[in-house]
C-alpha cells in the first residue's frame, strides 16, 4: 500500500465490517479454522500468558481459553466495535479485551505465545517498525508468534477478481517480510506451510520461536544426544566401507 491511509478510515472499516466476524463465528469459517487447527498443533506446551492481536469479536480468544483455561489471555484490537461485542460474548476472569494499538508502551508484562490471525497483512509498512518494537519486547524466552496471512498470489487475485473483499490495509507478506520480522524480534522461522482453504496455496501459516538459550546450547560440551552421537559414528562406518566403489565409480566416468 502506497497511500497513507487514515487511522480513523480503517476504524470505521472494521466497525461496520462487524457482523461479518459475527457471523464467521457462527457458521465456522473454514479459513479461520484451518488456522486454528495449526496453531494447536504447533504448541505443545501449556502457555501461561496470550496476547492476541487484532482479535476482532475475540472468537479465537474464546477457544483459547477452552484450549488452555489456566492461561490469562488478552485480545486488542482498533475497532470499538469488536472489542464492545467481544467483550460481552467471551470476556470472564482470565479473558479480557482492549481496544487499542500495538506498540512498545502498550504492555509491560510479557506472553509466552501471541497470535496474528489475518491480522499482519493488514498493518500498514510504515507501522511495522513499531509492531517488531513491541514484540520484541514482549514475546518471552521460548515463546512462539503464530501467524495466518494470505499469500501475494491470493491477495493479487483478489485484487483483480473480487476488489470488493479488499481493506483498507492489504499488504503482500512475502518471504522478505518474514525474514525482517524475525530479524526484528529475535525469533527463527519454526514453521512456513502453505495451506489451500480455497484456492490453490492461498494462506500461509507461519511459526516464529524466540531461543536466547541457542548460544548455550550450541557451545555445550556435548550438543547432540548419545543417540545422535551413534548414528553419526553408524553412518562414518557405513560411509568408509562404501568409500571404495564410490572412488571406482569416479575413475571409471573420469578416465
Known amino acids: ?36 487447527q495449526t496453531l494447536i498443533n504447533r504448541v505443545s506446551f501449556k502457555p501461561a500468558r496470550i496476547l492476541e492481536v487484532g482479535c476482532g469479536i475475540g472468537s479465537i480468544c474464546n477457544k483459547m481459553h477452552k484450549r488452555w483455561p489456566d492461561a490469562v489471555i488478552t485480545g486488542i484490537d482498533i475497532s470499538t466495535q469488536s472489542v464492545a461485542i467481544a467483550t460481552k460474548l467471551f470476556s470472564n476472569d482470565k479473558v479480557n479485551f482492549i481496544e487499542t494499538l500495538l506498540t512498545p508502551e502498550t504492555f509491560n508484562e510479557q506472553f509466552d505465545l501471541i497470535i496474528f490471525m489475518d491480522v499482519y497483512e493488514h498493518i500498514a509498512v510504515e507501522d511495522r517498525s513499531a509492531v517488531h518494537g513491541a514484540l520484541n ?90 543417540l545422535q552421537r551413534a548414528n553419526r559414528v553408524l553412518s562414518k562406518i557405513k560411509y568408509k566401507l562404501t568409500k571404495p566403489l564410490r572412488s571406482a565409480f569416479v575413475r571409471k566416468k573420469l578416465k
Not at 16 to 36: L, Q, S, T
Open 137 to 226: 519486547k514482549l514475546l518471552r524466552n521460548k515463546g512462539r508468534i503464530f501467524l495466518s496471512v494470505p499469500t501475494p498470489q491470493n491477495l493479487k487475485w483478489c485484487l483483480i477478481n473480487r476488489p470488493e473483499t479488499m481493506q483498507p490495509v492489504d499488504e503482500h507478506i512475502s518471504f522478505e517480510v518474514i525474514g525482517k520480522l524475525a530479524a526484528d524480534t529475535g525469533t527463527e522461522v519454526q514453521l512456513y506451510d502453505l495451506k489451500s482453504i480455497w484456492r490453490p496455496a492461498d494462506y500461509a501459516h507461519i511459526v516464529l520461536e524466540k531461543n536466547n538459550d541457542f548460544t548455550e546450547a550450541f557451545n555445550h560440551p556435548k550438543p547432540v544426544t548419545t
Open 1 to 36: 500500500m502506497e497511500e497513507k491511509i487514515n487511522r480513523d478510515t480503517v476504524v470505521n472499516y472494521y466497525d461496520e465490517h462487524v457482523k461479518f466476524k459475527v457471523n464467521d463465528y457462527i457458521v465456522v469459517n473454514p479459513r479461520i479454522e484451518g488456522a486454528w
